[in-house]
Structures are given as structure tokens and as C-alpha cells.
């Protein structure tokens, strides 16, 4: 049987990455690509024929979390896999809230995401073993998240603060990338994020404010 599926993400590289880890398998189908939140919901009522979604979260217009929550309502039927570099509590959270019946992230080898897409299909939770402790960690002691903008304090994850410090020594994308063993794509995006909960537009204006804040 065919497995239909549809990629959610507004970078095209990593589309493309996503695409080339699906390619190894002769029973999976990419239906279509969207950019965005938004673009996704317009593509499915052309074409809501889809078995399962691998979605990212950060995305402008509508983000992965919004959107999975209005594709749930919508088509229920369809099976959503969060493919993420972000592994914090706050968006396992409200990506499980939202109805996300999976948890992956980007750098996940071809056969691991294949083995999802199947468990997920067969009603089970796509997860690595990490993500699905914090899961667990997260149902036993309920934390009340709030949204970006009722803070006042800047909050980054963990996986951003060791960003900003490989950044504030100078180092170059593709040394911070070797360093974390994560891709430079994941780092490039780590960066946008830092850039974006600090609002500043370069690094130094970045690395400054860290400091003045005592993040790093």
C-alpha cells in the first residue's frame, strides 16, 4: 500500500533533505510540499488525500503548532509527525496538545523516519526514546507554559544558550554545527530564533544582550 504523505516547512533545503530520506522507499508518495501553515491548509482542501504530515514548527504566517491543531480538527484522520530541530519541553508540550501524534527530529536517518511514519500509521507515537522521557516527564508534573508575548524576560532553550555561547567566541556556522554535531541548516535556524527572542540583528547585537542579560 502507497503511503501518502505531505512536508510542511519553509526552508526548501531541508524539504529537499526530507524528500531524499523518503526516496529510499518505493511505498512512500510526497503528495506536495507547503512553505508554511498556511500554504499546507490551502493544498489540503485541493487535495486532503493524504495519509500523514511531517510538519515543522517554527514556520512564518502560521507555525507547525497552530496549524497541526486546525489540520486535527479539520481532517482527522490525518496522522501528523512534529520533524523539528527544536527538542524543548515547551514545544514537545504544545505540539502533543495540539494533536501531534509524533516527535521527531530533523537529523533522524532515513530508516528511524521511515519506522515512524509505519508505527504512526499503525497508531503508534513516533518519538525518540529522549523526547519521549521529557513526554513522560511532562504528563507526571504539568508545567504551565506561557506564550512569548505575556513575557517580559527573554527565555531561551538550552539548545539556544549553547548556541549563542559556540557564538560568542567567534565561531563560524559550519565550527558551532561540527561542535554540537548538529547540521549547519539546524544551526542557521537555532540563529534566527536567537535573533528573533532577543530582537537583535546581527551577532554582536546578539552576543551583547546575552551577556547584558546574563544568559551566557
Same mark, same amino acid.
Given at each position: 500500500?502507497?503511503?501518502?504523505?505531505?512536508? *510542511?516547512?519553509?526552508?526548501?533545503? $531541508?524539504? !529537499?533533505? +526530507? #524528500?531524499? &530520506?523518503?526516496?529510499?522507499?518505493?511505498?512512500?508518495?510526497?503528495?506536495?510540499?507547503?512553505?508554511?501553515?498556511?500554504?499546507?491548509?490551502?493544498?489540503?482542501?485541493?487535495?486532503?488525500?493524504?495519509?500523514?504530515?511531517?510538519?515543522?514548527?517554527?514556520?512564518?504566517?502560521?507555525?507547525?503548532?497552530?496549524?497541526?491543531?486546525?489540520?486535527?480538527?479539520?481532517?482527522?484522520?490525518?496522522?501528523?509527525?512534529?520533524?523539528?530541530?527544536?527538542?524543548?519541553?515547551?514545544?514537545?508540550?504544545?505540539?502533543?496538545? *495540539?494533536?501531534?501524534?509524533?516527535? $521527531?527530529? !530533523?537529523? +533522524? #536517518?532515513? &530508516?528511524?523516519?521511515?519506522?515512524?511514519?509505519?508505527?504512526?500509521?499503525?497508531?503508534?507515537?513516533?518519538?525518540?526514546?529522549?523526547?519521549?522521557?521529557?513526554?513522560?516527564?511532562?504528563?507526571?508534573?504539568?508545567?504551565?507554559?506561557?506564550?512569548?508575548?505575556?513575557?517580559?524576560?527573554?527565555?531561551?532553550?538550552?539548545?539556544?544558550?549553547?548556541?549563542?555561547?559556540?557564538?560568542?567566541?567567534?565561531?563560524?556556522?559550519?565550527?558551532?554545527?561540527?561542535?554540537?554535531?548538529?547540521?549547519?541548516?539546524?544551526?542557521?535556524?537555532?540563529?534566527?530564533?536567537?535573533?528573533?527572542?532577543?530582537?537583535?540583528?546581527?551577532?554582536?547585537?546578539?552576543?551583547?544582550?546575552?551577556?547584558?542579560?546574563?544568559?551566557?
Amino acid at each position: 500500500m502507497t503511503i501518502k504523505v505531505a512536508i *510542511a516547512d519553509d526552508n526548501s533545503f $531541508l524539504i !529537499k533533505a +526530507v #524528500n531524499e &530520506k523518503l526516496s529510499f522507499f518505493d511505498n512512500i508518495k510526497v503528495s506536495f510540499t507547503a512553505v508554511n501553515g498556511s500554504d499546507l491548509l490551502n493544498k489540503l482542501v485541493e487535495n486532503h488525500n493524504v495519509d500523514l504530515i511531517l510538519m515543522d514548527i517554527e514556520m512564518p504566517i502560521k507555525n507547525g503548532i497552530e496549524t497541526t491543531e486546525m489540520v486535527k480538527q479539520k481532517y482527522p484522520h490525518i496522522k501528523i509527525i512534529m520533524l523539528t530541530v527544536f527538542d524543548d519541553d515547551e514545544n514537545i508540550f504544545n505540539a502533543i496538545k *495540539a494533536g501531534a501524534d509524533g516527535y $521527531l527530529l !530533523k537529523e +533522524v #536517518n532515513p &530508516k528511524d523516519l521511515y519506522e515512524g511514519i509505519e508505527d504512526t500509521l499503525a497508531g503508534g507515537a513516533a518519538m525518540y526514546p529522549s523526547i519521549a522521557m521529557k513526554t513522560l516527564k511532562l504528563l507526571r508534573n504539568p508545567v504551565e507554559f506561557v506564550s512569548n508575548n505575556e513575557k517580559e524576560e527573554i527565555a531561551l532553550t538550552n539548545r539556544e544558550v549553547e548556541v549563542l555561547e559556540q557564538l560568542s567566541k567567534g565561531l563560524s556556522y559550519n565550527a558551532i554545527a561540527d561542535n554540537l554535531i548538529l547540521s549547519t541548516g539546524t544551526i542557521r535556524k537555532h540563529i534566527e530564533n536567537i535573533y528573533r527572542k532577543l530582537q537583535v540583528h546581527n551577532k554582536l547585537e546578539a552576543v551583547q544582550k546575552a551577556k547584558k542579560n546574563n544568559l551566557i
